[in-house]
């Protein structure tokens, strides 16, 4: 079976299992388990249960495909994603980016947690991502383009939607969350970053970094989808101090903390749509 074929047979199925094309959908990663984002008619399941999805091997990824609804809005969440270091191609990253774009999505929204290389950044913040740098030396759309996804050469000038940012950022003011912002770079890990790697990402022009998202997004805005990215600080290198060895569990544990905040942010800003 094609890749195409294999995205079709997916959505497919979710579609049996919903009541509505959801506009609206959210890929999420370490951690974040968003508490305060409860969907009203919310059902979950596995990814094991879709056809061409695959069960994450990290265990902070619970590998959930939750659908529900939210002030009129029928959502698709996809709790848990694929990593290009889980020895996947980019392809198998990108699919559930690709199966909601054949469920008839709009806008993605993608979060992570990431590591904050801006002085200005503090740990458990909030960032709207505002650009990308893709260092991962691999891309989904390599190999022969099949134009029922998108053109062979999708334009990348404005990657993350500018009004959607700018709803999202009005939310967090009325709310009083202060939501900063940044360019995401992003590597293939699994390995995390030494000294002389956090200081060549900084003159890059980068603020944050990560292991995920970009592949989802270059795939996503292929498709036509509208995408707005958010970042949640997990820890922060700052030029001249020791780097303090960062674990998973650390990780894992601000990302949660901060996930408390997140979901009524993303509450108010679904309802702003």
Not at 117 to 135: S, W
Not at 136 to 164: H, K
Not at 238 to 265: C, F, N, W, Y
């Amino acid at each position: 079976m094609d890749y195409v074929s294999q995205i079709e047979e997916a959505a497919e199925y979710l579609k049996s299992q919903l009541s509505g094309p959801p506009k609206i959908g959210i890929i999420s990663g370490t951690g974040i388990s968003l508490p305060e984002f409860r969907l009203d008619e919310q059902e979950t399941i596995p990814f094991k249960e879709i056809p061409g999805f695959l069960s994450p091997t990290v265990s902070s990824h619970s590998g959930e495909f939750i659908k529900g609804t939210l002030d009129g809005h029928a959502i698709a969440w996809f709790k848990g994603r694929h990593h290009y270091y889980e020895g996947l191609s980019m392809r198998q990253v990108a699919f559930p980016a690709r199966v909601f774009a054949a469920l008839g999505g709009d806008l993605l929204i993608v979060i992570n947690a990431a590591g904050g290389v801006n002085p200005d950044f503090q740990e458990g913040d909030l960032a709207l991502i505002t650009d990308h740098i893709n260092f991962m030396q691999d891309n989904p759309l390599i190999g022969e383009n099949d134009e029922r996804l998108g053109p062979r050469f999708p334009d990348m000038s404005e990657v993350y939607d500018l009004s959607a940012r700018d709803l999202l950022g009005g939310a967090s003011r009325e709310l009083s969350i202060e939501c900063k912002e940044g360019v995401y770079l992003a590597l293939p890990g699994p390995s995390l970053e030494t000294r002389a790697e956090y200081d060549m990402i900084r003159r890059m022009g980068a603020d944050l970094v990560g292991m995920s998202t970009v592949p989802e997004v270059i795939a996503a805005r292929h498709n036509g989808l509208r995408v707005v990215g958010i970042s949640i600080v997990t820890n922060v290198v700052r030029p001249g101090e020791p780097l303090q060895k960062t674990t998973i569990e650390e990780v894992i544990e601000t990302a949660d903390r901060a996930s408390q905040k997140l979901g009524p942010l993303l509450r108010r800003f679904v309802g702003k749509l």
